[in-house]
């Protein structure tokens, strides 16, 4: 470099040397503008609202009776850790989240598409039909349909006494395991369609080779299949996660939380709270540790999809 173009330690290049320099910010400033619209909208519908909601979380905000919401801190967070229902509504949430999303709707789903893979097209497209119809249901719509399956004088009970076997009030007594059902009754169909995708990929040679071999499908599943479709788990892990963390109506229709709070996940635990008891400042606290632990499951899951297969 030339004696007039290097630039002293500490002072900014100039002339022809800064001129690419500038050039690039120009550039990047041009790639940039077409995402500019989206930003906007993030910021507008997603991060204002956030943000928000936030500062409400540290306020004692109510619906009724108050003229003027005080600053509060870190009281709403201190109340919550020490409220038993709070407590179970978390543990109940844990529950249901492994009940129906990582194992229920994550394990049925590569089960069906896996036997999809062999089966034939008139079976697929019957098969696929109902999975997806149930899929495609208003999350209402499914929630008063598992109701009138589990109630006491639904159809599971009709079933279970025509084979007669012993039937019970499946929402009374096993509340959680009901409401877990009916979510996997209607997300499975995600799951299939992301594994059928990910199956198709997976290139014919490999397993046929395998075949040839003498590996039996358990262990070109396990050895073969799923390390193949690893990003695809992952992923389907980390959607089917958070939509199940945020299920309200589903379990609103069927029982409302209840009996008493055995089925009262988070979702609806804010609601009641905020709504029901208006006190909004501390409700919008537990909506905001809900989204931390959304936020915790998708840097494990965004950390996994990161590996190298």
């Known amino acids: 470099m030339s004696a007039d173009t290097r630039a002293a330690p500490g002072r900014p290049l100039t002339g022809k040397a800064a001129a690419p320099r500038r050039k690039g910010a120009r550039r990047s400033l041009v790639r940039a503008l077409p995402a500019a619209p989206a930003v906007v909208l993030l910021v507008l519908f997603l991060a204002g609202p956030i943000g928000y909601c936030a500062y409400i979380a540290f306020t004692d905000l109510q619906l009724t009776g108050q003229a003027h919401a005080s600053f509060v801190g870190f009281d709403n967070f201190r109340a919550a850790f020490k409220d038993e229902a709070f407590l179970n509504a978390v543990w109940l949430t844990l529950v249901f989240t492994v009940l129906s999303s990582l194992v229920g709707q994550n394990t049925l789903g590569l089960a069906l598409a896996s036997l999809m893979q062999r089966a034939s097209k008139p079976m697929r497209t019957l098969v696929g039909g109902i999975v997806i119809t149930a899929w495609v249901l208003p999350e209402v719509v499914a929630g008063f349909l598992l109701y009138a399956f589990f109630r006491r004088e639904g159809t599971l ?79 389907n892990l980390m959607l089917n996660t958070l939509q199940t963390l945020s299920v309200f109506g589903l379990i609103w229709v069927m029982t409302r939380g209840g009996p008493g709070n055995r089925s009262q996940t988070l979702p609806l635990f804010m609601y009641e709270q905020a709504f029901q008891k208006s006190m909004i400042g501390y409700g919008t606290a537990v909506a905001l540790l809900l989204l931390v632990v959304g936020s915790l499951f998708s840097l494990v899951y965004m950390r996994l999809l990161r590996t190298e297969v």
């Open 157 to 235: 009970n009709a079933i279970l006494d025509g084979l007669h076997l012993p039937s019970q009030n499946w929402l009374f007594t096993l509340p959680i395991l009901a409401v877990s059902f009916a979510n996997v009754w209607r997300g499975t169909a995600f799951s299939m369609l992301v594994y059928s995708a990910a199956l198709n990929e997976i290139p014919k040679e490999i397993t046929e080779a395998a075949e040839v071999d003498g590996a039996g499908g358990w262990r070109r599943m396990w050895h073969i299949t799923l390390p193949m479709i690893r990003r695809s788990i992952g992923t």
